[in-house]
DNA sequence: GGACAGGGTACAT
DNA sequence: ATGTACCCTGTC
């Protein structure tokens, strides 16, 4: 095992980033926590707020993989002041981070997202890690396995997909595998696209819409003005900031205030508020005058 | 035990 | 622009 770099961290919390529901397939341990990014091994704790060691993997892939370098004094700055739903959001989990996640991985686990839980997800992309990856490391006695290529996948073919518990994302996945695979989507191209037309292209894919879209462009292209939408924000923001409306907004008046509001960091700003909504439990209380 | 819902998308009106 | 089918699993 390579020798544990200590850094020096603020604003930055790693257990609440890693559970956030962007990335589902890290493994925990007491304080530890490890997996792959890409094919690399990372393993890292943080012993104290202030302070993140990285016991496998460096310095720099954590640093890069965990977005150790976003500003977020600068990007609190830019959010809406006097807002009090995203200021209790901020103060449940002040450290929580969007990731620059792999690629591929990132997109093919939210294709296999759709219409399921956090938990769920999980199982299904560890399941196809170990069936259609390559084993890598073995971590605490745990097998690491990279995600499955776009060519393993397309190769997999959809039944072998559905026996992993996808239903009918098992279609969807495998097709937009094969594009990548056959080269006749180029994931790589994304990167070269302002954030609209990255969009619209990402959308091109089977099993790709605006929510998958938009979260993928979040967590792994590094999109931060990104908000998609899903039950738990639309939920969230019809009760923390149209309560009292006479009449609901609709889900396109909905997506135009968020994109106003929260401002060009809004991807942070739903982060910070999907985060508290699933697990702080404001939503689990009585809803009785509803 | 069935019904229900869970970080949607594709397709048909 | 709105409604519905799609597959599977855990929960009540």
Known sequence: MDATDTLVVE??????????????????????FF???????????????????????????ARRYLALDHDLNKIRRTLPKGDKPLRQAL????????????????????????????????????????????????????DLFSYPTPE???????????ACGLGYRAKFLQQTAALIADGAFDLNA???????????????????????????????WERLGMFPI???????????????ARRQPSSKALRDFAWKHFGPYRGYAQQWLFHHARTSGIFSRSRKDG
């Open 152 to 162: 393993a996948l397309a190769n997999a073919g959809e039944s072998a997909l559905r």
């Open 35 to 61: 997996n792959l990014v890409g094919d690399q091994p990372l393993i890292v704790s943080q012993p104290t707020p202030d302070r993140l060691d990285v016991h496998a993997g460096g310095a720099d892939l």
């Open 230 to 244: 899903d039950v738990w924000i639309e939920r969230a923001l019809r009760e923390l900031y149209f309560a009292k």
């Open 11 to 32: 604003d930055f919390n790693l257990a609440a980033t890693l559970n956030s529901g962007q990335v589902f397939h890290w493994h925990r341990e007491g304080e530890m």
């Open 190 to 220: 994304v990167a070269e696209l302002e954030d609209a037309a990255a969009l619209e292209k990402l959308c091109e894919l089977p099993g790709v819409g605006p929510k998958i879209a938009q979260c993928s462009l979040l967590f792994a």
């Open 91 to 142: 103060k449940f989990a002040p450290g929580l981070r969007i990731l620059r996640q792999p690629h591929w991985e990132c997109l093919a686990s939210f294709i296999t997202s759709s219409l399921k839980q956090v938990s769920h997800i999980r199982q299904i992309s560890l399941t196809l890690r170990s069936k259609f990856g390559t084993k890598i490391a073995t971590i605490e006695g745990v």
